[in-house]
């Protein structure tokens, strides 16, 4: 008796895949399947995203609107002023023909140029050197904390939110010879014999002036080495305190150096304001009696009433010493120099 087995499959050739295989039909064994890759193969690449890159103008779209508002609001006026020096024009305004620099040897000829121009540089020296003396001591009191720090940092806005020709016309108010709060009070208190005209004098007007000069430029040159305090840090303080360093040498070799950049910033700019000050010799003396009291832009108004193109060239004068002033500053200072 046989036993009865299963029936086999026909024969397995070679080459032919077998039952349970992946493969499929006519797909040799140990071949990839149609689905797969060969290990050599590369997936495609893809394309790279287009870059935009800047126009021929590069920059230019986006600065010139800044670019427009220096040609229009400093170039052109300075254009204007130049031309106007080398013109004959009326007071009334009208152009009567090149002057050619007639205008000039008129200016230089006149005999209170001098004055002017000496009176131009001591006040802008005194101004500036008082306004930076007494800013760096406010900086450093309102560094510190204390009791109504918060409120005494707003009084200090009050005169650099007023007007300066308000300003100016209150002090001049004040020291009226008649009508003036400061001598009734100093007749009061016996101070004096008399009412005094404080501002009918160089010697009494000029520091009046300068003590206007320096109150209104307080606030600004404040706030500008206030920041710069801030930004030093406090870890710089604890390493001078732990090495020893007196309050004087951590102020003198660590605050000040660091706080070269705003004080920098604070020096021009006051400089080129004082030295262009018009409102408050204007409103307090109209730089009289003549001329004792006047700097060069007073002076340029003065003379403006008797002959335009004389006045430009003094406005010319004037704008080329602010600029070589300014330029002698920033070299002497190494504004942009590395400190040793």
Known sequence: MTSSSPAAGPPTLPGSPTAGSPSGPGTAAGSPTPSARPPSARPPRRAA????????????????PAVLLILAVVLWPVYEMVRTSFLRISTSGFVRGPAGLDKYRKLFGEADLGHVLLATVVWTAVVVGLTMLLSLGLAQLFNQRFPGRRYARWALIVPWAASVLMTAIGFRWMLDRTAGVLNTAMTDLGLIDGPRDW???PATAWPWMVFVAVFVSLPFTTYTLLAGLQTVPADVYEAARTDGASPWQTYRRITLPLL???????VVINLINVF???P???AMT???PSSDTATTTVFMYQVKSTDIGESAAVSVVNFALVVLMVLAFLKVSRWNGEES
């Not at 995203?49 to 779209?61: D, E, H, Q, T």
């Not at 070269?260 to 604070?266: D, Y």
């Open 49 to 64: 995203p287009s870059v935009s890159r800047p126009g021929r103008l590069g920059p230019l779209p986006w600065i010139a």
């Open 199 to 201: 501002l009918g004098t």
């Open 260 to 266: 070269r950049p705003a004080f920098l910033v604070g």
């Open 276 to 278: 262009n000050s018009f």
């Open 280 to 282: 408050v010799i204007w």
């Open 286 to 288: 109209r730089g009289g």
